[in-house]
């Protein structure tokens, strides 16, 4: 829902109807050029903040109008998703678990040590180790 900009009048521009409302004190349009140049810069704002909600309210339709990603998207998301081991030799699978830290000591002595577990597994067996990294 868009907002309605202003119309400046100008004196020139008034039918005799809005003349003949004016005389019965009824300002349908209001002539710009009387007003003062508070209300005329008051004015400018104002059309310029409608503008402005005008734009957004255009670019917000454009962007709920996305109804999701593409389906090369999707595939490339899982491809890149799916990667959670490496595939060594014919069957068998390397995989790492998180990186854990681990801090001993008190401060100011302490000693952070990093590891990391790296499972290998073939067919029904599987083998693990934890690898101290330096």
């Not at 907002?3 to 710009?32: C, G, L, M, Y």
Request: charged share 20%.
């Amino acid at each position: 829902m868009a907002i309605t900009a202003f119309t400046k009048w100008k004196e020139t521009e008034k039918s005799s109807d809005d003349r003949t409302k004016e005389a019965a004190h009824i300002f349908e349009n209001p002539v710009f050029d009387d007003e003062t140049l508070g209300v005329q810069k008051l004015y400018d704002k104002v059309e310029e903040t409608a503008t402005a909600i005008n734009s957004n309210i255009t670019s917000i339709a454009a962007n709920t109008a996305k109804t999701g990603i593409t389906s090369s998207q999707a595939s490339a998301i899982t491809a890149n998703t799916a990667k959670v081991s490496l595939v060594g030799g014919s069957a068998t699978a390397i995989s790492f678990g998180e990186m854990i830290t681990t801090v001993t000591g008190k401060k100011p002595n302490t000693t952070t040590a990093y590891t990391i577990v790296m499972t290998v597994t073939k067919d029904s067996v599987s083998k693990s180790v934890t690898l101290t990294l330096a």
